[in-house]
């Protein structure tokens, strides 16, 4: 009797401590969330919010000191928004190739090949970057040198472009037979099933691929420190009398800012709380993303 | 009915899976070392009385239950759940052998018990394998994986594996729903010998199966008990149209 | 246009988008081998860094990475399995649980120059652990858990739940069950699902910048105090920060050839053992 007793007990620890520790990954999100926040306090104090994401002086180490982080912010949105203008067509088109086009045998090979691209470390996608396509640019547009947002943008849909394939690849996939033997009896060809019925029913999953590779996009680092010139600008060029960015300038994103400024800086200064406030800008702004993209997965398709 | 002492008696039992409802007010006594078959058709409850009766039921967050169900002296809820299972085998539809050998399949649940000596296995092994009719047939590769036996043999391994730990009941659950009539036929024998020794209840859709080995039949039908008495007057007899209905097969 | 001349042109520009993002993976294997195929040799990998990493080789590196990765899976695998142990066999529905999951999907969404800057501002200052191998592997850790968690769970989906119900109706208990009759058949998945989160770890370098790699330190680290470096590192280095970037050149190309070649050849090898399991599976 006391036998299975010690057993019950024994069960009871062995799930209590599998709980503990699967709890553990919300503690450690909110302590991740919680740390950004204190550090990032003193900062958001003395200079304000307010300074941080409008103001466009970037300075934090000046003996005037300037915290404005817009122009960061502005690069990160440009080469992120820049890059999925690239990877969504290109994505898509690889997605609808491969579940509806492919043979079966070309299905087998590329759907892998395609993944292999997101184990590429980004300082390598960098690297050839840096290498290949930066002296191309400079070359073909004439520039001085080819650090460029146009530069990282290409690089940067490269990367976002397993994502977007293989979560849009699953949502195509899944869209019932039926649907599409229905298209095709009333007529329609391949491309008209294709774009008026598959697309259209598989519109959640290919939603939250695009936003997941905008979340990725937005928290790339390295291939952006590597080539996107980290000038701290807002390069913009008028087009009929329109200011519009320029991405033959160079830009500085975000996490680049953090990666150069975060060794150096002594701990505990102002400039030090700054990073952390960019740090929680980057976790919010991905946080958010990611909860859209979730919420967006999970929604009834219609 | 009442010749023998019932090991098994259920009252009033009802179930839900969430809303739907599963079982209504089903009471009926399971008599000591005789075959009990539950016939009905698909989706009548049969297979989830059975998982009821060793509280397999539990391992479904969804279900809600009603009533109580006796095992000999007290409810089974009274019993620590792993040692009920231990006491009241189960044989499930599918074979489902462990992917290990056939030595390890038979001897899983004795050694959980702490069952090490070679010697006590080994004897285990055999009269399990004996009682289960497949000795002869496997006893020169028992360290062989059991995924290569053939279906029938792998129940029939499976229900070795449930004699092995000496149950005092055995549910079979639709045992012989994945075989050929050879191998069905091979499980049908091993039952009718096995109830010298054991309590078995067994849900088959098979009506000329239950027919053959039970000694008493209940039918189910959209979750209720309509009708449970000797196999024979069931078959020969039913007290009620519906039961005559299925049993000449004019729905289901 | 006519509706034929239409799908045709639709077809051939998709495929000729599926045929080009092939393209862009060999081209790059391609740029990089070509250029970095004779820089390497056996003193380029196992030579230390000479003359202000303008010569010799890049063995250090290799251990750093190879020992800052191993330092992870030591910390999150453990968890990991842990914790999809417990989501796909133990946890029943409801808020805790729900919140635990999307925990792991937010992390595995956190960028990893946050987990660098967490790590930095956590374990190297208010820990005061320093910049270390400790401080990356923990940071790395992190990062690592949200993908060691999914692929474990997937290996536990496989398991049938007849394994589960054969085990309990024999009078097995919970763990039992799980201990007997399913982890040890989905331990082989989960072992190859943690060799290409390994993969994936091993060529990350924004949060081992602030954590503990290091700009230059030939020496093989002796504890987990210690700095250490490490090729995504060295690479970023020889690629744009060295004072004579044109000079190491080859060594950048060698060192990303180094690289890529080892993180690609373990998330490779985790591919062709996991289909082989799959195909050997008998249930």
Known sequence: MTNRSVTKTKEQVIETGLFVVAFMTVVFLMLILGFLLTRAWPAVQEVGLREFLTGTRWMPSSRTPGYGAFTMIYGSLMVATGALVVSIPWGLAVAIYISELAPAKVREVLKPTVETLAIFPSVVIGFIGLVVLAPWVARTFGLSHGLTAFTGVIMLSIMALPTIVSIAEDAIASVPQEFKEASYALGANKMETILFVILPAARSGVTAAIMLGFGRAIGETMTLLMVAGNALSMPTTRVLGLPLPNFFGSVRTLTATIAIEGLDVPWGSLHYSSLFVIGGILFTFTFAVNLVAEMVMHRKEV | MESKQPVMSSRHISLWYDKTRALTDITMD?????????????????????????????????????????????????????????????????????????????????????????????????????????????????????????????????????????????????PCSALDPVATAKIEDLILQLKQEYTIVIVTHNMQQAARISDGTAFFLSSQLVEYDTTVKMFENPGDQRTEDYITGRFG | MSKYWQQKLFTIVVSAAALFSVGVLFFAVYWIAKDSIGVISWEFITDMPRRRMTEGGIWPAIVGTVYVSLLTMVFAVPLGIATAIYLNEYASKGWVVRMIRLAIRNLAGVPSIVYGLFGLGLFVSTLGLGHSLLSAALTLALMALPLIVSASEEALKTIPDSFREGALALGATKWQAVRHQVLPFALPGMITGSVLALGRIAGETAPIILTGAAYFYPLIPRSVGEQFMALPYHLYILATQHEQVAVVRPLAYGTALVLLGLVLSMSMGAILVRSYIRRRRTW
């Open chain 2, 30 to 174: 399971i008599p000591e070392k005789q075959v009990t078959a539950i016939i009905g058709p698909s989706g009548c409850g049969k297979s989830t009385f059975l998982k009821t009766l060793n509280r397999m039921t539990d391992l479904n967050p969804a279900v809600k239950m009603g009533g109580f169900i006796n095992f000999l002296d007290k409810p089974l809820q009274q019993y620590d759940v792993v040692e009920l299972r231990r006491r009241v085998g189960m044989v499930f539809q599918k074979p489902n052998p462990f992917p290990k050998s056939i030595y390890d399949n038979i001897t899983f649940g004795l050694r959980l018990q702490g069952v090490k000596k070679k010697s006590d296995l080994d004897a285990v092994v055999e009269s399990s394998l004996r009682r289960a009719a497949l000795w002869d047939e496997v006893k020169d590769r028992l360290k062989q994986s059991a995924m290569g036996l053939s279906g029938g043999q792998q129940q029939r391994l499976c229900i070795a594996r449930a004699l092995a730990v000496n149950p005092e009941v055995v549910l079979m659950d639709e």
